[in-house]
């Protein structure tokens, strides 16, 4: 059970003439938007955001080796990668090459058997089709010594790739990268599919005499679905393109945006960025994850509609597939680090990112995995796996949490690496098994050179809103900040001292349901809904009658033609209720490994002495909520939390500081394993015994009694 309180970091806006700001204000404030003319731009929906795609270095003379190849009628071969930005990439650039009469095919390496990029393993694929050009897309950057052999039996190599570039440059005929040193383009965070955008963009001004000058705009769909999908900003021109993107998206005139959508939605569920991330994007990557994903590229080329059909219904089981083989290498992930060994966990034996690794674990799921390792423990993850057919070599997929840069913590440990690339939040990597004890010693040596803190938990929220605020019309207006996704998130707002009116568990316990009572400046109140994704498990803690503060978003939801506003819960805090005992658990288990004497603790608490204590009745209910909640899996939890989680359960009143000597009690008398303690947060394990356990016997009990006489 992880049981922990995360940090809220709200943004406070200047009050303008000592008012408060309007709302949309207040959120692009949030965002860092504080030019007028900026915000008026963000705003507009007349902006013109696009940039000069000639801005790019080498795109002349891409342009120029392109309309050789046409003119020439060469064979020009698109080599896509395997992601869902590499597929759209590819399908963007292979349909405007066939309109424009090209020689074209494509090329996707297999995730399983080649790997990423052009690697040695496909050279022999690439030669067979006896191109005279190829064009990369989401990919390239990195492949010196792949570009320069193709370019020693006469084939010309044009990479058009997003990722971070290295000191040295493969010797492509043309590289259009926006983090090349050399680049004048204006923005740097384009998507793989954005730049393969970027040259069809040049492309059409160019070759007037085969298409319009604005026929680019007729791909911005796909080139909005890689977008969304590499988790690239949606600020500057990605706003712009998702924004338009969206727009073809929804009109559906791709037979195969169609046909996914149809068998991936629920109810009325329209197409937003939120939609395409949860529904569209993962079916579009299942291909590559877990088989051929030019299935997923026919799908978004096909115009015949039964050909669409059966490509999406495929892509969808793929995706049930991908899930299953996921929960099971998580939950071995999960067994593996949190197993004791030699007294620790893996997980938090340790310090810098979280490295675990399986015998043929299925490389197409294990960076959704890390992503998952890094929601459960707040840390970053590597999740390594090594492939029957490939003995001694390690492949492994990278995911950073926030504030950490995980690619340049595997450039500190390049030396004992094969191969590696990727971006700050998410990075490949190859390494040999007898240089791995290294390679993680060297990612703990970076850890210690530039992270003194441990990584703490935290939400970032936009603003405080009034129940006034809380309306349709709200939510209306937040609209106009869309397209939303990565740094230009869906606002989240926080709403303090709402009284809880009922709670249940909905889809089998899973989520949580919930009523907010809503007081107006009159007193009036009105009732809210809310629903708490993956929180079911909480519903004893968070009881009818409970107040708490609240982060959340909005939602419009729609029954029988009418529309109701609700809450998606992102988090929950209880009101601070002045009391050190309560509110300041850290402070109290300071002063008591300080040594302070317990009657000065129950005097600076301002709490009577016996009520500073756990009653005897109190090690009894842990102990069974232990047993009923916590007994196959490691607990990091936050005293005081979890605390409230025991008394809501068994209606007894216990605190964080009387729960901590409880789980002390406990440890000494060998009922759980500590791990780790710092200040209220502590993770243990329960362990099992055979027979009675005194624990009256234990140093930390009788300390505890030794001035108060029998506990309660």
């Known amino acids: 059970m992880i049981l922990i309180e995360k940090k809220w970091n709200l943004s406070r806006p200047a009050l303008q003439d000592g008012e408060r700001l309007p709302l949309t204000h207040r959120l692009l404030l949030s965002r860092g938007i504080v030019d007028a003319e900026a915000r008026k731009a963000f705003l507009s929906a007349d902006y013109n955001g696009w940039h000069d795609p000639a801005l790019f270095p080498d795109m002349e003379r891409a342009c120029v080796r392109v309309a050789q190849a046409l003119a020439q009628n060469e064979k020009i071969l698109v080599y896509g990668d395997y992601d869902a930005d590499g597929i759209t990439s590819t399908a963007l650039l292979m349909l405007f090459l066939k309109k424009i009469g090209a020689d074209c095919s494509y090329l996707i390496p297999d995730r399983l058997s080649e790997g990423y990029g052009m690697s040695e393993a496909l050279f022999s694929r690439i030669v067979e089709r006896k191109p005279s050009l190829v064009i990369t897309v989401d990919c390239g950057v990195a492949n010196i010594d792949e570009v320069a052999a193709l370019s020693r039996i006469g084939i010309d190599v044009i990479i058009t790739d997003h990722h971070e570039v290295k000191p040295t440059l493969p010797a492509a005929y043309a590289i259009l990268n926006a983090k090349r040193t050399d680049s004048l383009y204006p923005f ?32 911005l769909d796909l080139a909005a679905l890689g977008t969304i999908a590499d988790v690239v900003p949606i600020l500057d021109e990605n706003r ?21 959508f149809d068998v991936s939605h629920q109810n009325d569920q329209k197409i937003t960025t939120t939609s395409v991330s949860f529904l569209l994007i993962p079916r579009i990557n299942a291909s590559g994850r877990m088989g051929d994903a030019s299935r997923a590229v026919e799908l978004l080329m096909t115009g015949d509609e039964e050909t669409a059909v059966m490509l999406a219904a495929t892509l969808s089981l793929e995706n049930t597939r991908r899930q299953e083989i996921e ?18 966990t893996t997980v938090h034996a340790r310090t810098g990112p979280i490295l675990v690794c399986g015998k043929d674990w299925h490389p197409g799921v294990i960076g959704i995995v890390a992503s998952r390792l890094v929601s459960r423990y707040n840390r970053p993850a590597i999740v390594f796996t090594e492939i029957s057919g490939q003995p ?35 990075a490949g990597i190859t390494v040999s098994v007898k240089k791995f004890p290294q ?9 210690l050179q530039n992270k003194a803190d441990p990584y703490e938990s935290s939400i970032e929220v936009d603003a405080c809103l009034t129940s006034e605020e809380f309306s349709l019309d709200t939510c209306r207006e937040i609209d106009g900040l869309a397209p939303f996704g990565e740094g230009n998130r869906e606002p989240r707002f926080l709403m303090q001292n709402l009284k809880i009116v009922q709670t249940s568990g909905c889809s089998n316990g899973k989520h949580l349901k919930m009523k907010f009572a809503l007081s107006s400046p009159s007193g009036e109140e009105r009732l809210v809904n809310g629903i708490f994704f993956g929180m079911g498990y909480l519903e004893e803690l968070y009881r009818q009658g409970t107040v708490v503060d609240v982060v959340f978003g909005l939602s419009i939801s729609i029954w029988k033609n009418r529309e109701s506003l609700s809450m998606q819960v992102i988090d929950m805090h209880f009101p601070k209720t002045g009391k050190l005992l309560d509110d300041s658990t850290e402070v109290l288990e300071k002063l008591y490994e300080n040594n302070l004497p317990l009657r000065q603790l129950a005097v600076l608490s301002k709490t009577p002495f016996e009520k500073i204590l756990p ?26 939390l979890m605390a ?46 055979d027979g009675k356990v005194k624990l009256e016997n234990t140093p930390t009990y009788q300390k505890l009694f030794a001035e108060g006489g029998n506990p309660r």
């Not at 730049?195 to 791909?219: F, I, M, N, T």
């Not at 712009?240 to 996914?260: C, D, H, N, P, Y």
């Not at 605190?655 to 243990?684: K, P």
Request: net charge neutral; aromatic share 10%.
């Open 188 to 219: 740097s965070q384009l998507s793989g599919a954005g730049v393969a955008l970027k040259l069809v963009q040049a492309l059409c001004s160019r070759l007037a005499h085969l298409c319009g000058p604005e026929d680019w705009r007729a791909y």
């Open 240 to 260: 712009m393109l998702v924004k338009e993107g969206m727009l073809l998206l929804s009109q559906m005139k791709r037979a195969g945006v169609r046909a996914l």
């Open 327 to 344: 929960l099971t290498i998580y939950e071995e992930a999960v067994a593996l680090l949190e197993k004791p060994q030699d007294g620790e």
């Open 392 to 426: 001694g070599t390690l492949k492994g997929s990278a995911r950073a949490c926030e504030g950490y840069n995980i690619l340049e913590a595997i450039l500190f440990a390049q030396e004992y690496t094969e191969q590696f690339g990727g971006h700050p939040k998410a």
């Open 439 to 447: 390679f993680a010693k060297s990612l703990e040596d970076y850890e």
């Open 615 to 640: 009653g005897k009745d109190d090690f009894k209910k842990v102990y069974q909520f232990l047993r009923t909640r916590c007994a196959d899996e490691i607990t990091l939890c936050d005293l005081g």
């Open 644 to 689: 409230r989680f025991v008394s809501a359960n068994y209606g007894i009143v216990l605190h964080g500081f009387a729960l901590a000597r409880v789980l002390d009690v406990f440890a000494e008398a060998g009922l759980v394993q500590l791990y780790s303690r710092r200040g209220q947060r502590v993770c243990f394990t329960l362990l099992f015994v």
